[in-house]
């Protein structure tokens, strides 16, 4: 462990003011805005808005409305920041569109790194694309075409064009001249990567390494050659999973013939996590990709097809209890305990299926372990299935003064928090085998198993020893 | 957009082999390890191992068992990767530290960053902390104990001590041969950060833009003062929220008299990400942090707590029921159609609380626009609830002919989707406005409440209109 001192001479200096931190938009900057818009006053939002960093105003943007908003970004355009733009919802865009032009539309594109013009053009209809790509630059709309060519979430998509490759033969003052004297380079980039005569990458050297070299050395003496290429079709989650495994900073990418054409770096990879680690998370309970300012409409339509689902489960489950009607009407007890059974085994379901999605998503369930961890996944539903059956029991005995009402409800308690934690994990394994996203449809799968063993088993073993 | 041209020149060279992409290991090479380490073979373990990224080691550790797993220890420890450490579950680390004894293990400590090193040191228990801590020499000890020192989950935590700090006044020039003349530097940075001389951070400057200025240049001349400074205490959660939306790779860490302490880089952001993203996911489902490697004893018992808040709000929902038992025993179909009525309740509310969750782990959700959006959320309610409501109605007069009946679903199912989208979004709320963490309770609260609501009304309405 080595702390690197810095050398600080005692000069005097004046004390620098640093930038505060922001987190997200203050609501009553957003209201001051607001009333600024309200008076006309344009000179004053312009000095609100000149000092925000471009998440904050596209923040602004999405948080005020009608007329205001449009307003806003009237105001914005002389020097608008094309930064803003990918990060505003699709609708936003939209009205940005229709206010600029395609042609000054355009030129913002052009302004952006390669990645990010590609996951704009991708988000627009079919007939914006056209326009906004017929008013590109030759070489930028072959680049973005190109990148809309890529499958979706793959790493041609994120990957960006612009990078800094050089010949494994020239020395490290070669390099660094050729970083001076080149006016045009990426604006921001950690690592040169090290190309041989047919452009294929052969190692990285990362800039601190090259700094530190003597002029004279070659790159290739000092380029590490253990690092980790992508090709252009491979996965999103893939390239992040690598990232994150290697602890990577950039990667280069190629094409299938190994040719470097482009690099990933770990910004675009934070966002790739963030957005998997939603999509399961949200999945599971049934949501689509969503924000929280959608209209009432979109959002109740985009939750509807999920309980939809959900009714029909509900309803098969119901159905299976009207096949225990005449034991029901004996022994109304059962009606009060059945839930019991069933929301237990949802409950202890998800707990299984819930480590099984995240555990798949990691990686760190496969098909190597999948059958040991299923195995344990189940002593598990035995074990806990024991401990609630043993509880759910005496509950009963002691609420309705009947021990063998009380051995029903056990046993089914058992059965049905067995079957959650075999369905548990099953469930999400068959789907990733069969391709399908687990986190997608697993927890509707689940509780309609849990729901009908349950009642199936608590009703069932109920008429047979209770009537 | 600008995408660098590479100059290479045709020289022959001959192919490199670029190394294979590995994901997670595979498993017939862990059997070929598992074998050879059975068969005694050491030379070829060594030889199977020695090309391993240390994560994969790490995992080879984790997926060996017994003794297989301690021989492999024993065969790597003469030159045991550091790095391996932090990758590895606690108990094998204790094993670990077992076999190699504290001198040793504290010799490995010794090479890691310091913020890896404090984040091992604090998982270990308070005696093995004090025998390794005794082992480190004087400066990292230290340093390590002022990590231990801050709190838990906070940027002091999170930060390595390691930096490259140079005062402003110096020269392009200056800084370069800084750096070239300087062996104790930190193993990767990718800015330099500029400070005052009460060591105050005051700009950075990107390595690529000092690549490229000239020697005379003043580093206050090219630095970037716009940077965000991080302080010592800061939550991670709220650090990375930052890296996140302001794009960040390396920001500085300064203690509250504002002096410079370390700095945080982005690969520690990722994991940060990562676990909250997870730990959000799990906590939903009632899970805590899990390993699918960990025993079905511990598995079993981890998820016991959940399981009997559940069987207690299962019990209240059974005891409401156990009111209408009167009701019941003269309508039957009521108990087969109730379940419904709580299982769609349950369920709109979840869509209602995962989207909330979510939204206030990404700051969308705030105290400004809570209002607005729980007023949307109960809208959404009404809708789907009406839709859902004459669902259901329909289907219970069509199954039992019984139109009141439907009716009465229909009545119980609205009243319980509004309430559900009511609450999935202020349970949230609620518990962030209380400090807690929101998905740690939240789904628990909110089926009690769509049991408790579902079955009262249903039964409740079907009592008075009815009978």
Redesign the interface.
């Known amino acids: 462990?080595?702390?690197?001192e810095?050398?600080?001479?005692?000069?005097?200096?004046e004390?620098?003011g640093?930038?505060e931190?922001i987190?997200?938009l203050d609501?009553d900057f957003?209201a001051e805005v607001d009333q600024a818009l309200e008076a006309g006053q344009d000179e004053i939002v312009r000095e609100l808005v000149a000092p925000l960093?471009y998440?904050d105003t596209a923040d602004l943007i999405e948080?005020l409305h009608g007329e205001h908003r449009s307003r806003l970004i009237d105001l914005l355009r002389p020097d608008f920041n094309p930064e803003i733009l990918p990060e505003l919802p699709d609708d936003i865009r939209d009205e940005i569109i229709e206010r600029f032009g395609y042609a000054d539309f355009a030129a913002l594109?052009?302004?952006?790194?390669?990645d990010d013009?590609v996951y704009i053009l991708d988000r627009l209809d079919d007939s914006e694309q056209a326009h906004v790509l017929a008013r590109l630059p030759i070489?930028?709309r072959t680049?973005v075409e190109q990148g809309l060519n890529y499958p979706e979430y793959s790493a041609g998509r994120l990957m960006q064009?612009?990078?800094?490759?050089?010949?494994?033969?020239w020395t490290v003052g070669e390099a660094?001249d050729?970083?001076?004297s080149?006016a045009?380079?990426?604006e921001?980039?950690?690592v040169l990567i090290i190309?041989?005569?047919?452009?294929?990458?052969?190692g990285v050297v990362?800039?601190?390494r090259?700094?530190?070299?003597?002029r004279p050395v070659r790159l290739r003496d000092i380029m590490s050659?253990?690092?980790?290429?992508?090709?252009v079709d491979?996965d999103q989650e893939?390239v992040a999973?690598?990232?994150?495994?290697?602890?990577l900073?950039e990667a280069p990418v190629t094409d299938v013939s190994?040719r470097?054409v482009g690099r990933i770096t770990?910004?675009d990879?934070?966002?790739v996590?963030?957005e998997e680690?939603?999509d399961?998370?949200?999945r599971?309970?049934?949501?689509s990709e969503?924000?929280?300012?959608a209209a009432?409409?979109d959002?109740?339509r985009s939750?509807?097809t999920?309980?939809l689902v959900?009714?029909g489960?509900?309803?098969l489950?119901?159905a299976v209890?009207?096949l225990f009607?005449a034991t029901?009407?004996q022994l109304?007890?059962?009606?009060?305990?059945?839930?019991?059974v069933?929301?237990?085994g949802g409950?202890?379901g998800?707990?299984a299926?819930?480590?099984?999605v995240?555990?798949l998503a990691m990686?760190?369930?496969?098909?190597?372990?999948a059958r040991r961890?299923a195995g344990?996944e189940v002593?598990?539903g035995v074990?806990?299935g024991s401990?609630?059956a043993v509880?759910?029991g005496v509950?009963a005995w002691l609420?309705f003064s009947d021990v063998q009402l009380g051995m029903v409800i056990g046993a089914a308690m058992l059965i049905n928090l067995v079957v959650a934690a075999l369905f548990g994990i099953t469930i999400p394994l068959v789907l990733e085998r069969l391709k399908i996203d687990p986190a997608a449809a697993s927890s509707v799968f689940l509780?309609t198993v849990t729901?009908v063993v349950g009642?199936f088993a608590f009703l069932g073993l109920a008429t047979i020893f209770l009537l």
Not at 353 to 356: D, G, M, V
């Open positions: 462990m080595i702390v690197a810095t050398r600080v001479r005692s000069l005097p200096r004390e620098t640093l930038p931190e987190f997200g609501p957003v960093h998440a948080s594109i052009e302004e952006l790194d390669s013009a070489e930028t680049i064009r612009e990078l800094m490759a050089v010949p494994d033969y660094i050729y970083l001076r080149n045009v380079l990426p921001d980039f950690y190309v041989d005569p047919r452009h294929r990458p052969v990362r800039l601190n090259l700094l530190r070299a003597k050659t253990e690092m980790d290429v992508l090709k491979m893939d999973f690598l990232f994150r495994r290697k602890d900073l190994g470097l770990i910004d990879i934070v966002d996590i963030d680690a939603e399961d998370m949200l599971l309970a049934g949501l969503t924000s929280i300012y009432v409409w959002t109740a939750r509807v999920w309980l959900n009714m489960t509900a309803t489950a119901a209890i009207s009607e029901l009407d109304v007890a059962l009606a009060v305990l059945m839930p019991i069933a929301s237990m409950n202890a998800m707990q299926l819930t480590s099984a995240r555990a990686k760190e369930l496969t098909s190597s372990n961890v344990k002593m598990v074990f806990n401990l609630f509880l759910a509950i609420f509780t729901d009642f």
